[in-house]
Each structure stands twice: as C-alpha cells, then as structure tokens.
C-alpha cells in the first residue's frame, strides 16, 4: 500500500520560476514530513521537513507547506536554479515508526 | 569520511547466488535502516534497528533476506539464492533517536548511504 503518493513524475520549470512539488499521504497517523533530494549515483539528502504541529517551515529558497486537513504537503522553491535539477522524494512518519517514501518527481530547472 | 559508507557499490551476480551487502553508518547514529530502491520508485522500507535490535521488517523482506547488526555498528543485509527480481538499489540509512519526547522539527531526518546497486543475471 502506497501511504505516501506523488502523482507528477516529473516537472519541468524556467530558471528563476518557483517550483512546486507536490505530495498526498493516507495515512493520518504521520506525524513528520520530509523532502529529499537526489542526484544520479548518490543516496537521498535530507532537504527540509516539518512537524505536523506547524503548517510552514522555511529555509532559505526552500518552503515546506503542510495541510493537514487534505492530507497534502508541497515543496516550493524559489528562485529555482539549474542546481536544483534533481529528484525530489517526499517521505513521511508516525512517532517512533519507520519512514515511507513517495516515488518521486524529477525536477528538471531549465536555464 | 564520516558519512554513510555503503559496499560493494555495484554486485553482478547470477540467479541462485547468495549476496552481502555492508553499511558502516554514521558513528554517533543509534538507529539504522535498509530501503530497497526500484527504477522509478522512491524508497521501499525493509527494515531497521535500533542499537542491535531489529526492531521491524517489513513484508518485502522474504525469508531469503536477512539482515543483523550485531554489535549495534555496521549492519549487513544477506539475501540467499537471489533472483532476478532482487535486482535493485540497496539502500543503507541512519539516524539518531533521541529519548521518548515527540521530536521538534529538524531532527530525525535520515542520512542515506550511496547504495549497493544488485544486478541478477
């Protein structure tokens, strides 16, 4: 069963636009959301993530949106850069539980 | 280096064949997780320790894959007589797991090896 979804395999935006990324869970019990980045041949990176106690958590160009109502999260960026080209997994969990992914969108920032 | 370290980074080996993979996890990290990664798939969770314990699998994980810690260190993940659908990134992940208290943001995130790259012919 697939608890956490991202329905766009891919998006592709301009150089300096925002990109937004985003991602469905089911499972009501997560309580931790999180965005990875990965780039050919190297593990995820964590990028940024948020409780479920806050709506927003920003850092620099990066800006986590969580509404918890819709069961929704999204990544946005901005301004994208050619350096952001990458894919994007989202990945959710419950208290002291294991951490699910989502399958990822490939980001492609055209200069 | 003190980053996840993963290896072999890339095993060929024939169907029937067993296989070990190794993940050295950041030093200071008490818990240590194994994800299995298919082309175009994000991470698929198979299991994780907490010091030496194991303390979940998940239904993925056949009789034919076992994994161990067993000085609460590095970890191995051994898959016996493996087949072409075992064919995958291997995934090594740690973390460190502060208390019982709900956890602030920030923390918990996991740090991710390179992965194993497993390919049965």
């Known amino acids: 069963d697939q608890q956490v979804k991202q329905n766009s395999p891919s998006l592709s935006v301009q150089e300096g636009r925002i990109s937004i990324l985003n991602c469905d869970y089911t499972?009501?019990?997560?309580?931790?959301f999180l965005w990875y980045k990965k780039y050919p041949a190297e593990g995820p990176t964590f990028l940024i993530s948020?409780?479920?106690?806050?709506d927003k958590n920003e850092d620099g160009r990066f800006t986590v949106f969580l509404n918890k109502s819709a069961k929704h999260l999204s990544l946005h960026i901005v301004p994208s850069q050619p350096g952001d080209s990458a894919v994007y997994f989202c990945a959710a969990s419950a208290f002291n539980n294991d951490m699910r992914f989502g399958a990822g969108t490939r980001l492609t920032v055209k200069p | 280096d003190t980053g996840v370290s993963q290896n072999p980074r890339h095993k060929i080996t024939k169907r029937g064949q067993n296989v070990t993979f190794r993940c050295d996890p950041i030093s200071e990290h008490n818990r240590l997780y194994w994800y299995r990664q298919t082309l175009g798939q994000g991470p698929e969770f198979l299991t994780y320790?907490?010091?030496?314990?194991?303390?979940?699998k998940s239904r993925l994980l056949s009789d034919r894959f076992s994994a161990e810690r067993p000085k609460g260190s590095f970890s191995t993940l051994e898959i016996q007589r493996t087949e072409q659908g075992d064919s995958a990134m291997y995934l090594c992940a740690s973390s460190l797991r502060q208390g019982g208290l709900r956890r602030p943001a920030g923390t918990g995130e996991l740090f991710f090896g390179e992965g194993s790259r497993l390919t049965v012919l």
């Open positions: 320790f907490q010091n030496e314990a194991q303390l979940e």
């Open positions: 499972n009501s019990m997560f309580d931790y």
């Open positions: 948020i409780s479920s106690i806050k």
